[in-house]
């Protein structure tokens, strides 16, 4: 979700990993993207939590080759 953007509903079944994750990623995220942002705006990032499969070598490494800017998010939010 973005402003007024959503992305599509993804349904996926089995354990997710690292790979799993990416594939859902790789699937989604480019649609979202080119609905939600026009194609000159680059001033985006992409969030996701701290689960494993979000933070895996695998996925951090995929991130960065494609040039994707990461949210930085504490592996606790604070508590109200």
Request: no cysteine.
């Amino acid at each position: 979700m973005a402003g007024g953007a959503r992305g599509p509903l993804v349904i996926y079944s089995g354990k997710v990993d690292g790979r799993a994750y990416l594939k859902i990623i790789e699937e989604a995220l480019p649609s979202f993207i080119e609905n939600g942002f026009a194609s000159s705006n680059k001033n985006w990032m992409f969030m996701h939590g701290n689960a494993p499969p979000h933070r895996s070598k695998y996925t951090m490494k995929w991130l960065q080759d494609k040039g994707i800017k990461v949210m930085k998010w504490p592996a606790i939010s604070p508590r109200s």
